[in-house]
């Protein structure tokens, strides 16, 4: 009897031949798991899950491993591959040391920027990288595309984080918890398409933009109308910027909100609208100074 598939939350693509690599499977669902464990704010267990995937996928694929710890396994993986070798001794003996804190002792919410940090600075690029040079498996192409595309903006946002010294890095991660509970909502077919569907006969969401533009534009913010990067909605997301230089050239997103799946980002999630928006207002970049009065309309011009 052929084996039957296995269960994939965003994984699309499992590794060739992956009927006889039971091991490599199961090392990719406990990432899969790591993942619903963040979008539901259990960082430390989260952690914890990815530390199994990496030991379980290593102890199937590096000889004399066997019966190994953890730092031992990673000496033995770090001999077969220059790229494993050269990755984060230090930041590795955190993740382990970290692992071992969380089962032995528990953890309270004050462990959530340390799991966050070491999740995406460590673990997550440590699995990554393990798949690739031993299973010649590429787990972003074989991935989700918008789960990939928000574990990037948690990269991107932690090393910006980190680099201004930021302490407290838990919210790195916010955009891709919201995502995967998005996902979770919609194929549940629960309250979702209800709302979704009463919007659209009742105008709410029209109702829900036009008050947060009301309340924005009292503010005398600099503000604009642009899609949703986490729940993809159209024209549902109201963002402020920002500029230093007399021409708007400099022009960020500093805060947001979408009507539509009710994320939001501003000052206290350093970095994170920036990074999420930084597309959306290059490409309209123009179309807002000309707006504001920062740069003159070429239509404008008189005929040469
Ligand atoms: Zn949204």
Redesign the pocket.
């Known amino acids: 009897m052929p084996p039957t598939k296995p269960t994939s939350l965003f994984i699309k693509r499992f590794p060739a031949d992956w009927e006889n690599k039971p091991d490599i499977v199961s090392a990719l669902q406990a990432y899969e798991t790591s993942l619903v464990l963040v979008a539901y704010g259990r960082f430390p267990h989260a952690l914890t899950n990815c530390v199994s995937a990496i030991e379980g996928l290593l102890k199937a694929v590096v000889p004399n491993t066997k019966g190994k710890r953890l730092f031992e396994v990673f000496e033995e993986a770090a001999k077969l591959s220059s790229r494993v070798d050269a990755f984060s001794k230090p930041g590795l003996t955190e993740l382990r040391v970290a692992r071992n804190d969380f089962i032995h002792s528990g953890f309270s919410p004050e462990d959530d920027g340390k799991a966050v940090d070491l999740l995406v600075g460590v673990g997550f690029p440590f699995f990554e990288l393990c798949l690739n040079e031993f299973c010649s498996y590429d787990i972003a192409a074989s991935t989700d595309g918008e789960i990939v595309i928000h574990l990037n903006v948690a990269q991107s946002v932690h090393k910006m984080a980190t680099s201004s010294g930021i302490a407290r890095l838990g919210y790195c991660i916010d955009s891709l918890g919201h995502l995967i509970r998005l996902s979770f909502a919609k194929r549940d077919l629960s309250d979702w398409a209800e709302i979704a569907d009463h919007d659209d006969q009742t105008g709410n969401k029209f109702f829900r933009l036009k008050e947060r533009k009301d309340r924005l534009d009292l503010s005398e913010e600099m503000t604009w109308l642009f899609d949703?990067p986490?729940?993809g909605?159209f024209e549902?997301?109201m963002v402020e910027l920002g500029y230093t230089e007399d021409d708007g050239s400099d022009l960020t997103a500093s805060a947001m909100r979408?009507a539509?799946?009710d994320?939001k980002a501003g000052p206290t999630k350093p970095f994170m609208c920036e990074v999420l928006m930084a597309d959306q207002v290059e490409a309209t970049k123009d179309a807002i100074r000309i707006e504001y009065g920062l740069l003159k309309d070429p239509a404008d011009e008189p005929p040469q």
Do not use: H, I, K, L
Request: charged share 10%; aromatic share 10%.
């Open positions: 949703c986490v729940c909605g549902c997301n979408c539509e799946c994320f």
